[in-house]
């Protein structure tokens, strides 16, 4: 079973902070996703990172791959109140049917 | 059109109730899935359906049954539920059943299910 770690688990942060959430793996993926899922909704992805060692930015959002693409990040700078919400990066599974295996995510909370 | 549509929002049932789960899109995907999330936890797989063709089942208990009349639609059916499977009910859909190199998944809102 591919196993990814996130951390940290939860974080509670100021507006205007920079975070960081990792997520961690021992297993190869081929590729990386990141969601985000507000209270009460589905999630929503943000982003799919595909080559080991790529970054990709979506406004104040950056998010990384690893080399070896066992690892992924997210930066978020300047936080704000709208950022708020559970974090899930995710990976395919070896099952061939485009499933999905989550971390347990992220739930960051920005405060005004 | 990419949205995921699920009905209802919420649900309240007895142990003894029938009653289903209804998902939605239009996008011309051909895999669906079901997943259950319970509060402060991942989403959790529990049925992928492929071209109409139920493709893996997670060891779901038989109290759940998914069905896929077409390739828009995806229903779970529920009966004799337990309270511990309260949780929120998440239908997804892709563009194809393999890995195409993304996996990306398209979620729905999700259904509240309460069961008392």
Known sequence: TQLLEQSPQFLSIQEGE?????????SVFSSLQWYRQEPGEGPVLLVTVVTGGEV???????FQFGDARKDSSLHIT???PGDTGLYLCAGPM????????????TMLLVSP | DTEVTQTPKHLVMGMTNKKSLKCEQHMGHRAMYWYKQKAKKPPELMFVYSYEKLS??????????????????LNLHLHALQPEDSALYLCASSHHPRLDGTGELFFGEGSRLTVL
């Open chain 1, 18 to 26: 920079n975070l960081t959430v990792y997520c961690n793996s021992s």
């Open chain 1, 56 to 62: 990709k930015k979506l406004k104040r959002l950056t």
């Open chain 1, 78 to 80: 300047a936080a704000q």
């Open chain 1, 94 to 105: 070896n099952s061939g049917y485009s499933t999905l295996t989550f971390g347990k995510g």
């Open chain 2, 56 to 73: 893996i089942n997670e060891s779901v208990p038989s109290r759940f049954s998914p069905e896929c009349p077409n390739s828009s639609l």
